[in-house]
């Protein structure tokens, strides 16, 4: 063997250490870091929101420490990558803390991202912007690990993984189903001030409107000055639109027909689902009832009550 092929196969490192020091190297160790030595996950899709649960996680931190350790990889130019416990950072932070208890793992670009998304998708409540973003991300690392079609594979995915397709392959270890995937992943074509109605359908913060899952995946075909013309109708009107008013909106913009008066002409169409309701404090009319009494039984019995108050009334002006 030439003595420039011999060069190029042992390295510096290579010449001065043992294998075994070398296999010790690259194993994942349990470190304790500093708070300030690791940064976030590039387009961290996941939100660490200040709630009564990130409040918990801070007492139980100053109690007992951070029982699981974070997942961080580290930084080609020094510190770390947060992968997994953003929220346990930040409880650290909250708590006083100076480090953090951290699994120190080498990965690539596309399998931090695989298991960034995996490990945030087993959390209790997940928004549709955070699957919307989270899922976009993973299937674009899997297509790039997976690269180009081999020529029996003709199906358009950009994966050759034997037939499967990307989005097949990442259902299977996902909550939802390759369709419903699908639809998360169309969110991420709405503005923010619409995905932000989406998400509070989650949420449910009161006095804030919100958008379902199936008339958000229609408007997101809509053109961004659309968007932004159908948010100002629905802040003004107090409404959002129905699934069949998203699918009417979506085809008038594909016909090129869609503007702001037809948006507000679709808007002030009356949907079912929302005609005006009166409603009472139960509290107002549980003594007039046995406890346990359905409310349905309550309302018909409210009801014959007026109807028998209107006609005394009519007899009484005879």
């Not at 075994?20 to 194993?27: I, K």
């Not at 690392?141 to 594979?153: E, F, H, L, T, V």
């Not at 009166?278 to 107002?284: D, G, V």
């Amino acid at each position: 063997m030439a003595k420039n092929n011999v060069a190029d196969l042992l390295s510096v490192g290579s010449l001065f250490t043992t294998q075994a020091e070398r296999d010790e190297a690259q194993r994942e160790t349990i470190r304790d870091i500093p708070l300030e030595e690791i940064s976030d996950f590039p387009n961290h899709p996941f939100k660490v929101r200040m709630d009564a649960s990130m409040m918990e996680m801070v007492d139980s931190v100053k109690q007992h420490g951070v029982l699981v350790p974070a997942l961080v990889r580290p930084k080609p130019d020094g510190g770390y990558e947060m992968i997994a416990g953003h929220r346990r950072r930040k409880a650290s932070e909250l708590a006083e803390k100076q480090t953090l208890s951290c699994i120190v793992r080498d990965m690539t670009d596309d399998e931090a991202t695989i298991v960034m998304v995996d490990s945030n998708l087993q959390r209790e409540q997940i928004l549709p912007s955070e699957k919307a973003f989270a899922y976009k991300m993973k299937l674009d690392a899997m297509k790039r690990q997976a690269g180009r079609p081999s020529k029996d594979n003709l199906r358009p995915v950009g994966a050759d993984l034997i037939g499967t397709r990307s989005d097949e392959l990442l259902a299977e270890n996902s909550p939802d189903s390759a369709r419903q995937i699908q639809r998360y992943i169309r969110l991420t074509h709405l503005t923010p001030e619409i995905l932000d109605l989406v998400d509070n359908s989650v949420l449910r913060e009161k006095d804030t409107l919100q958008i379902s899952l199936r008339p958000a995946v229609e408007l997101s075909y809509l053109s961004e000055k659309e968007q932004q013309d159908l948010f100002e109708i629905m802040e003004s009107e107090d409404c959002t639109p129905s699934h069949a008013q998203a699918i009417k909106m979506r085809q008038f913009s594909q016909e090129g027909r869609l503007d702001a008066n037809v948006l507000l002409s679709i808007m002030q169409e009356e949907k079912p689902n929302q005609v005006e309701q009166f409603k009472m404090p139960k509290e107002r009319i549980s003594k007039f009832f046995s406890p346990g009494t359905p409310a349905k039984k309550m309302e018909d019995t409210i009801v014959k009550a007026l109807e028998l108050y209107r006609k005394r009334q009519r007899d009484m002006e005879r």
